[in-house]
């Protein structure tokens, strides 16, 4: 039975308290692989199935379109009509992002077709009980993921911290309004960010003094970024952004219509409201792989004002570490298969829009143990 009725003055119904096994799910293969460009003046043309990067009139790469599922243009990057077809036309999504990484927008083909899911998406967003029971399930799926973070990476993290972390995902899950639950919200990330020190390794003291920075962490400062941990995890929340407005398209969701994050004109709030249990187990941990391992070093940073920002060549190191996490293998715990952490988005986007159709009752936040 669905959630509605065919009348629009019908209210909305609740889904029933319990229902058979979940149907398995299966999404597109994770073969395919997105393409970043990021050095400004390169220019993106086609040549029959073939996307040829240049450089003036220099041919610096090629690639088959039927290779990529998306496309990642950094600052001024040019790409022609020509080239937009026919990623249009193959349904390989073209994002937009500045120079620094500010996710501006996104190019899709007609593959948004699923217009009862977004009527019933619009109006579950206009109901009392479903925003808030949507959002206490992922706000405390986040601050569980966080604190099995600090467990896995941290030396020693105070069990202050993660006593907080466990009592503030307990009152989540009972949080009476959003608002109430914003500020359960910031006391579990406080206590976060107040450990996430603990998880990075200690650079090189050389190269900090030489370049004049370091990846000391003191608090998550969000705009503008002033320190290279902080610039990191912007380029992050950013790119893990951008994949799920992309999940959201390809599911056929409306991703500026969101439950938890409020309507604010160019805000995917959708792709926020599913992307908050995995900002630590993508984002967090595609950042410190990247400082931890050195793929970005203390040297891949520039300071513009009081804003800090990677380097071209920081860009391209930390881009590696987050593909890597994203290819990483999950299991995951509804259907017991292993996927990447790419599909598990899309996965999760498909789940939800099932709880909308009524399949099933309750959206199964990804939580990791």
Request: contains cysteine; proline residues 5%.
């Amino acid at each position: 039975m669905g959630l509605f009725d065919g009348s629009a003055n019908v209210p909305l119904r609740k889904p029933p308290a319990s229902a058979g096994p979940t149907r398995q799910l299966m999404t597109p293969r994770d073969d395919l692989k997105p393409l970043y460009l990021n050095t400004q003046g390169f220019r993106v043309g086609k040549s029959g199935e073939v996307l040829q990067v240049k450089d003036k009139d220099k041919t610096v790469q090629e690639v088959r379109i039927g290779e990529v599922c998306q496309v990642n243009l950094l600052g001024n990057i040019q790409i022609t009509t020509q080239a937009i077809q026919s990623l249009c036309e193959a349904g390989v999504p073209v994002s937009y992002f500045s120079m620094g990484g500010y996710f501006y927008g996104i190019t899709t083909g007609l593959n948004t077709k699923n217009v009862a899911l977004r009527r019933s998406q619009f109006r579950l967003a206009d109901s009392e009980w479903f925003p808030l029971s949507l959002a206490r399930a992922l706000v405390a799926g986040k601050i569980r993921n966080q604190r099995t973070m600090l467990q896995r990476n941290h030396i020693e993290p105070k069990k202050s911290s993660l006593g907080i972390m466990k009592a503030m995902a307990e009152r989540a899950e009972r949080a009476e309004n959003l608002d109430s639950l914003l500020g359960i919200e910031g006391t579990a990330a406080r206590a976060y960010f107040e450990e996430f020190a603990g998880m990075i390794k200690p650079g090189d003291e050389e190269e900090s003094s030489a370049s004049g920075f370091s990846f000391d962490f003191e608090g998550r400062y969000r705009r503008p970024p002033r320190d290279p941990v902080n610039a990191l995890l912007s380029l992050a929340y950013s790119m893990l952004a951008k994949d799920l407005t992309i999940a959201c398209y390809a599911v056929g969701f409306d991703p500026y219509m969101g439950f938890y994050h409020q309507l604010r004109h160019g805000r995917p709030a959708l792709a926020l409201d599913l992307m908050e249990p995995f900002r630590p187990l993508i984002a967090d941990s595609a950042v410190l792989s990247a400082v931890n391992t050195r793929m970005v070093t203390e040297r891949d940073f520039v300071r513009a004002g009081a804003s800090v920002a990677l380097s071209l060549a920081g860009r391209k190191g930390f881009f590696r570490a987050y593909e890597l996490r994203m290819d990483s293998l999950v299991t995951h715990p509804l259907f017991e298969y292993r996927v990447s952490y790419r599909r598990l988005l899309e996965i999760q986007a498909r789940l939800l829009a099932r709880v909308i159709g009524g399949e099933i009752p309750s959206y199964p936040v990804f939580v990791t143990r």
